[in-house]
């Protein structure tokens, strides 16, 4: 419960001032926990909000998940934005599989260089803009509202996987300890438990049909993964700022599929 308590410390802007002694060690497994948790606020507070028109609904949501988190990983969506920026429109940029090994460690490291400024560029401007109206557009047509319990656990599912599989870019940085206590796949195997038991539950109590809740789960699964992999394949690895990333993009990927699913 330590763990838990300091997921939760880590991870959001909760008021856990009040909480004793904590272990930050081995933290990430604890993601799609934290995530259930953020979810089960959501849904509460999407449930008292029906009292308004579903996009009156969908922007306090958006803003209570911002506020839940203290946008932690939305600096994450911009700074990753501004670094995988450097050279894409730079006229006859060959591609990284064209460049020398030297050229493209070098603009690797101009990227690192560029997302640890703690400026926001245009991209990230852009990018929080892009991933902030996908959501709101999403949440505004989300009909089976119990989807929301499980969107913020999947979008962390995705983090925990970017962590457990792929190199930490840097040699010392604030998410460092993430990657050196998390292993497979004894940090994954409880939180996807978590997840697997949750959609059963929801489907075995009749919540919402299988057939759609199936495909959504797999929908949200495939997307979480293919956002990490596709950052790795950018970067060939991760930074505290790609896992921030990795969230936002895997909840706006979850959330979009929602939205097509008609109500339960």
Not at 50 to 56: A, D, E, M
Not at 148 to 158: E, I, Q, S, T
Request: charged letters at 10%.
């Amino acid at each position: 419960m330590r763990r838990f308590w300091a997921a939760l410390t880590f991870y959001t802007a909760l008021p856990l001032g009040w909480v004793g002694e904590l272990q930050f060690e081995g933290i990430a497994a604890w993601l799609p926990g934290v995530g259930v948790l953020l979810g089960g606020i959501l849904s509460l507070a999407g449930l008292l909000l029906q009292i308004f028109p579903n996009p009156v609904r969908a922007a306090f949501l958006l803003v209570l998940w911002v506020l839940l988190t203290g946008g932690l990983h939305l600096d994450g969506v911009a700074d990753t934005a501004d670094g995988l920026a450097i050279n894409v429109h730079n006229e006859g940029d060959p591609q990284p599989s064209t460049r020398g090994g030297q050229e493209a460690n070098l603009e690797g490291s101009r990227r690192l260089q560029v997302m640890s400024d703690s400026h926001t560029g245009a991209y990230g401007v852009l990018a929080l803009v892009l991933v902030l109206l996908l959501k709101f557009a999403a949440l505004s047509s989300l009909q089976p509202w119990p989807l929301l319990l499980l969107v913020p656990a999947w979008g962390r599912w995705g983090q925990l996987l970017a962590i457990a599989l792929y190199p930490y870019l840097r040699e010392q940085g604030s998410a460092r300890f993430l990657k050196d206590s998390t292993s497979l796949p004894g940090s994954l195997w409880p939180g996807t438990l978590l997840l697997l038991t949750i959609t059963g539950g929801l489907g075995w109590a009749g919540i919402l049909a299988w057939p759609p809740l199936l495909l959504w789960t797999v929908g949200s699964a495939l997307g979480a993964w293919a956002v990490g992999y596709w950052i790795y394949c950018q970067l060939g690895g991760h930074t505290g700022d790609t896992y921030g990333a990795t969230v936002e993009w895997s909840e706006a990927i979850a959330l979009l599929w929602g939205s097509l699913i008609g109500p339960s």
